[in-house]
């Protein structure tokens, strides 16, 4: 009986102290949040229950499973596979925390700057973002190191791996140069201010926003919902675009050929009734000039402003849009033309003036003439008589 209730007692006491302590603070942590509707930190904090509980839970077995006489021939086992569980779970519950912090620490800067500097918001996002990610693979390599030093033979082989520690990480770094160059890149471009989530940038010809930065990769979602992704490494050592650097004010042109009497002033004024009209127009400047001629059409650009990347794309549009609009309907001879004239024939082979102003000659004078027949070619006697 003793032998039956002892193990109940240890596995199931341990159970149950485990949810009672996980229940208790995920209670204090959702009165907290209730509490405290300015900061995220207490909401955040409660998404680490689980491994919260699995912390607990592995580490009263741990204590305690001796006492159990479950498995006395593999308590050696037994114990080792409790220790792996505390180490990964405890990793676990670090990063959860790490990230609960950092995201509200973010959440209270965003929210205080969100208005007056939005790119700065944008560029500590990306920091941040590339943190975390570093903060997870320490842990996570210090967890899985932790781990395989459980293992008496691990242990035994540590004296000869540090020994070999410098040459195996010269072979490391040159086997691993593109990914090392990509990863210093990543640091170069979070706190550099190079790029940052959420930018406007043209890369290879492509526009797009910058969706995603991580230490090896970046992508870059475009205007029709594909996405690119691109190595890192390439921000720093190839020129791109970034329309989000700076202020997000942005100056967009227009460009129409049109005939050479298109009438520029009244394009000036449509311009600036086709502008207020428009909600994405900021209202800062617009300007309409004659830039280039050529023989045929003259290149008439228009200025217009907006407040970022998105909006200065739909001023353009209706302003293209609208004024080939009112030039076709109002003032349609200011649209190009092609102009043509009747071509001028070569003088004929008697000596005759030239045909002009479109004048053919006749069908049946193109080709000789034999025996009265127009147009057909008949030969008397032999080949040689007509020469």
């Given at each position: 009986?003793?032998?039956?209730?002892?193990?109940?007692?240890?596995?199931?006491?341990?159970?149950?102290?485990?949810?009672?302590?996980?229940?208790?603070?995920?209670?204090?942590?959702?009165?907290?949040?209730?509490?405290?509707?300015?900061?995220?930190?207490?909401?955040?904090?409660?998404?680490?229950?689980?491994p919260?509980?699995?912390?607990?839970?592995?580490?009263?077995?741990?204590?305690?499973?001796?006492?159990?006489?479950?498995?006395?021939?593999?308590?050696?086992?037994?114990?080792?596979?409790?220790?792996?569980?505390?180490?990964?779970?405890?990793?676990w519950?670090?990063?959860?925390?790490?990230?609960?912090?950092?995201?509200?620490?973010?959440?209270?800067?965003?929210?205080?700057?969100a208005?007056?500097?939005?790119?700065?918001?944008?560029?500590?996002?990306?920091?941040?973002?590339?943190?975390m990610?570093?903060?997870?693979?320490?842990?996570?390599?210090?967890?899985?190191?932790?781990?395989?030093?459980?293992?008496?033979?691990?242990?035994?082989?540590?004296?000869?791996?540090?020994?070999?520690a410098?040459i195996?990480?010269?072979?490391?770094?040159?086997?691993?140069?593109?990914?090392?160059?990509?990863?210093?890149?990543?640091?170069?471009?979070?706190?550099?201010?190079?790029?940052?989530?959420?930018?406007?940038?043209v890369?290879?010809?492509?526009?797009?926003?910058?969706?995603?930065?991580?230490?090896?990769?970046?992508?870059?979602?475009?205007?029709?919902?594909?996405?690119?992704?691109?190595?890192?490494?390439?921000?720093?050592?190839?020129?791109?675009?970034?329309?989000?650097?700076?202020t997000?004010?942005?100056?967009?042109?227009?460009?129409?050929?049109?005939?050479?009497?298109?009438?520029?002033?009244?394009?000036?004024?449509?311009?600036?009734?086709?502008?207020?009209?428009?909600?994405?127009w900021?209202?800062?400047?617009?300007?309409?000039?004659?830039?280039?001629?050529?023989?045929?059409?003259?290149?008439?650009?228009?200025?217009?402003?907006?407040?970022?990347?998105?909006?200065?794309?739909?001023?353009?549009?209706?302003?293209?849009?609208?004024?080939?609009?009112?030039l076709?309907?109002?003032?349609?001879?200011?649209?190009p033309?092609?102009?043509?004239?009747d071509a001028?024939?070569?003088?004929?082979?008697?000596?005759?003036?030239p045909?002009r102003?479109?004048?053919?000659?006749?069908?049946?004078?193109?080709?000789?003439?034999?025996?009265?027949?127009?147009?057909?070619?008949?030969?008397?006697?032999?080949?040689?008589?007509?020469?």
């Open positions: 009986m003793e032998n039956l209730l002892r193990p109940l007692i240890v596995v199931g006491g341990s159970v149950v102290l485990t949810l009672v302590i996980g229940w208790a603070t995920d209670f204090l942590l959702r009165k907290a949040d209730e509490r405290h509707h300015d900061t995220p930190l207490w909401g955040l904090l409660r998404r680490a229950r689980i919260y509980q699995l912390v607990l839970c592995a580490a009263l077995l741990r204590g305690s499973y001796r006492e159990a006489d479950l498995l006395r021939s593999n308590e050696e086992t037994a114990g080792r596979v409790l220790t792996l569980v505390l180490i990964g779970s405890t990793a519950l670090v990063i959860r925390i790490a990230a609960a912090i950092v995201e509200t620490s973010y959440s209270r800067y965003a929210h205080g700057r208005h007056r500097d939005p790119a700065r918001v944008r560029r500590v996002r990306t920091q941040v973002t590339l943190i990610r570093v903060v997870s693979a320490i842990v996570g390599v210090v967890a899985a190191a932790s781990m395989l030093l459980t293992f008496p033979a691990f242990k035994a082989a540590g004296a000869s791996l540090l020994a070999s410098g195996l990480g010269i072979v490391a770094g040159v086997a691993a140069q593109s990914t090392l160059s990509n990863m210093f890149a990543g640091f170069q471009i979070a706190f550099g201010d190079m790029v940052r989530i959420g930018d406007t940038v890369v290879d010809g492509e526009w797009g926003t910058v969706e995603e930065i991580t230490l090896t990769f970046l992508a870059v979602r475009t205007w029709d919902e594909r996405r690119i992704t691109m190595p890192v490494s390439y921000f720093t050592s190839k020129p791109f675009e970034n329309w989000s650097r700076g997000p004010q942005m100056t967009g042109i227009v460009f129409w050929h049109l005939d050479h009497t298109a009438p520029v002033e009244a394009m000036r004024d449509k311009l600036r009734d086709i502008l207020r009209e428009c909600p994405a900021d209202g800062r400047a617009y300007d309409l000039s004659v830039t280039d001629t050529t023989p045929n059409t003259m290149q008439v650009r228009a200025l217009v402003t907006a407040k970022d990347a998105d909006d200065i794309w739909t001023v353009r549009v209706a302003v293209r849009e609208r004024m080939i609009r009112w076709a309907d109002e003032h349609p001879y200011a649209l033309r092609v102009n043509t004239a001028i024939l070569p003088p004929s082979r008697d000596g005759g003036s045909a102003n479109g004048a053919r000659p006749s069908r049946d004078g193109d080709r000789p003439s034999y025996d009265g027949v127009p147009g057909q070619r008949r030969y008397h006697g032999s080949p040689r008589s007509e020469r």
